[in-house]
């Protein structure tokens, strides 16, 4: 479809089709229009049995709402989605929603005004909007699909939602990949602008990283699961590494590269230490096994014992290197047979590198994309090892360089969403010099720069 979603002529099609959906050519009259819309459009003739109907949410009690507020996973986030979404989203007229997995409206905030004519269609706190409630709409068809949409004015199935348009993606667990949630941006054509999606995935990018933080903080490496639903990560019986769960959010998170020519260790961001086996299961890492193969992946070459010892505890400590690296040797053996730890020095033979090193390599050619890519945040931000936060200072501060000399506004922007540069007002002014007039990330933007220049002062 190359017509502009808020265009007049593509409203017409829509429409047109909607009027003809009773005819005898159903399947020809779906094919007008975009084909993750006929595809909600075709379960919602079905749920609701036929297009045209009012429709109307079914509504939970105000303290059923408290309940469900209280123990859902987005209570503790909703600040992020509030600095980052809602906050610019007032300035530009728009409403933020976020649901859960269900359906259920638990937050709608954003400008005063679109919110009092949002409530006349019953998009409020405690309203079911998914699709087996009210047909097609971002929120409703997110949740059923598990990929980002936008739905246009006359998309909607429900005709009292027609004057509106709206954008939402939907929310993982990062525990297991389910979907535990949405985040929804409604309002007029602005809601689905070419930039509307990048900002609703920037907020679930950053909601995702503040449970993967709370994963971490709840796992003990050598210690039961803890209670559902973030279990902690589990050692093998034989001492060797455990699987972790597979998940398609993980695997969005992590670097593409070449299985058959390396195995890559992932060692940055908030999610555990681990690599994907031959059958693409996560395997997690326990924290002495991860820095010092970290340390000897960034340290090509080798390190003899005392040099390695001073990396890994900060003074001698051979004996207790030497039964380490005993434990590590065999569970390589076990884990990853193409790898092996030498001795004198200690250093890798194999095809083991970390995404760290792979991150450094892409800095020193200049491909800074790429590093960004590679590097999903600080090494082994939980370690306290000598080496390792060198390591960490030597990245964060090679990063940061690259992203202030080199990157374009999409590096740069994906760059300030990192913990790292929530006060970093240089490179916030430099956004602010590069985004466009019109973009609706300068609100976020000038609120950032403003709070950073406050705070300083």
Known sequence: MTLSLSGEAYQRIVERARGELSGPDQRGVLGQIRAEVAESWR?????????????????????????VRRGHPLAPVLPIIRRLLVDPAAEAGLIVAVGNQEGQLLWVEGDDQARRRADAMGFVPGADWSETAMGTSAP?????SGRPVQVSRAEHFNPVVHPWSCSAVPLRDPADGRIVGVIDLTGGDEAISPLALPLLKAAAAAVHS??????????????????APNPAPLRGASGGWAAAPSSGADSLDAPEYDAG????????????????????????????HAEILTLLTWHGPGLDGARLAELVYGYDAGTTLRAEVHRLRRALEAGLPGVMLRARPYRLEGTLVTDAVLAREALRRGEVTLALG???????????????????????VALREAVLQDAGIGDLWAYLGRPEAAGDLELWMMSLKMLPADSPRRSLAVSTVERLQAEQT
């Open 374 to 396: 590679h590097a999903a945040g600080a090494v082994l931000p939980r370690s306290a090892a000598p080496g390792i936060i060198d390591i960490r200072h030597q990245l964060d």
């Open 210 to 227: 503040a449970w993967r933080e709370q994963l971490l903080r709840a796992s003990a490496w050598n210690s039961a699961p803890s209670p």
């Open 43 to 67: 379960r919602s003739l079905v749920v609701h049995g036929g297009a045209g109907k009012t429709l109307e949410p079914r509504m939970v009690t105000d303290s059923d709402l408290r309940d």
């Open 261 to 288: 020519r390396e195995t890559v260790l992932h060692v940055t961001g908030g999610l555990p230490p681990r690599w994907a086996d031959a059958d693409g299961a996560w395997r997690e890492i326990p924290g002495k």
């Open 140 to 144: 409703g068809t997110a949740l059923f």
